[in-house]
């Protein structure tokens, strides 16, 4: 069974509107901790934002938000005020705690966004 | 600058001619990983290493070798390149390994390897 499940491969949002991008999981852990990246044409995996299973607020940088629903497995991310930059690969990740640090990686969702 | 260094960053090469993708961090970073990136995959983690000297197979270790005899350095090795191993490459590396690692996974730049 796959971990981390990315049901969207692309999706496409006007520019200035916001997306949501889904990401659901499956572990035992009870701790463990959930990443995004993001990865443009050119390549680059870059870190977005990490929600850790024990926070109960949801994690916010910037323009980007997670919304952690536990019960559900869930972590999706949210991206407001969506800008041509934000064209790229997303991918949501997991870490277990009882793993050895390794990251699991979703398959990835190609969102493109419209001027 | 803190970061993750991989060389070479394009190659192609052909079956089976040994190859290595060297992989440095200065982050003083306990862990580290490698990964390849084929289309509708995602990333796939090949070996990590969680210390010197300590290294273990990730999902898709087959035709691959690691070794981590200095704490920066975790080298890719091909023995017998394959076309099969044709992908994008990723090193990575993280704070410190085990328990619930809270620290981010910095990414090299990647290295698109071509076997033909």
């Known amino acids: 069974a796959q971990k981390i499940t990315q049901t969207q491969p692309g999706m496409f949002v006007q520019e200035k509107e916001a997306v949501t991008l889904d990401c659901t999981y499956d572990t035992s852990d009870q701790s463990y901790g959930l990443f995004w990246y993001k990865q443009p044409s050119s390549g680059e995996m870059i870190f977005l934002i990490y929600q850790g299973s024990y926070d109960e607020q949801n994690a916010t940088e910037g323009r980007y938000s997670l919304n952690f629903q536990k019960a559900r497995k869930s972590a999706n991310l949210v991206i407001s005020a969506s800008q041509l930059g934000d064209s790229a690969m997303y991918f949501c990740a997991m870490r277990e705690g009882g793993s050895q640090g390794n990251l699991i990686f979703g398959k990835g969702t190609k969102l493109s966004v419209k001027p | 600058e803190a970061q993750v260094t991989q060389n070479p960053r394009y190659l192609i090469t052909v079956t089976g001619k040994k190859l290595t993708v060297t992989c440095s961090q200065n982050m003083n970073h306990e862990y580290m990983s490698w990964y390849r990136q084929d289309p509708g995959l995602g990333l796939r983690q090949i070996y990590y290493?969680?210390?010197?000297?300590?290294?273990d197979k990730g999902d898709v270790p087959e035709g691959y070798k690691v070794s981590r005899k200095e704490k920066r350095n975790f080298p890719l090795i091909l023995e017998s390149p394959s076309p099969n191993q044709t992908s994008l490459y990723f090193c990575?590396?993280?704070?410190?390994?085990?328990?619930?690692?809270?620290?981010?996974?910095?990414f090299g730049e990647g290295s698109r390897l071509t076997v033909l």
């Open positions: 290493s969680m210390n010197v000297e300590v290294t």
């Open positions: 990575a590396s993280s704070l410190s390994a085990g328990g619930l690692n809270t620290g981010e996974l910095f």
